[in-house]
């Protein structure tokens, strides 16, 4: 995800965190979280995005993580963030 003039994550950050607020097991949700986060170059904040998402599906919910979800977190992990990453 390259910047652009209206590429505000600060703003996107906002929307994910009210989306998740509504329902904080929407794993798509989750998975714009970590986009952000990549995009953003914010190694800690993925981390700690992928916790939580792990938490709640896996321990909460008691089941598991979707393909697409678990397939973006392998994929965020092996590339660097700031660079081309997948689109929110």
Same mark, same amino acid.
């Given at each position: 995800?390259?910047?652009?003039?209206?590429?505000? *994550?600060?703003?996107?950050?906002?929307?994910?965190?009210?989306?998740?607020?509504?329902?904080?097991?929407?794993?798509?949700?989750?998975?714009?979280?970590?986009?952000?986060?990549?995009?953003?170059?914010?190694?800690?904040? *993925?981390?700690?995005?992928?916790?939580?998402?792990?938490?709640?599906?896996?321990?909460?919910?008691?089941?598991? *993580?979707?393909?697409?979800?678990?397939?973006?977190?392998?994929?965020?992990?092996?590339?660097?963030?700031?660079?081309?990453?997948?689109?929110?």
């Amino acid at each position: 995800m390259t910047p652009g003039p209206h590429h505000d *994550l600060n703003k996107a950050r906002r929307a994910v965190t009210t989306g998740l607020e509504v329902d904080d097991t929407a794993e798509l949700l989750y998975r714009d979280a970590l986009r952000i986060e990549h995009a953003a170059g914010n190694r800690h904040g *993925l981390h700690t995005a992928i916790a939580r998402i792990q938490h709640i599906i896996n321990q909460t919910l008691d089941c598991s *993580l979707e393909t697409e979800t678990e397939d973006l977190i392998r994929e965020l992990l092996t590339t660097s963030g700031t660079t081309a990453a997948p689109s929110l």
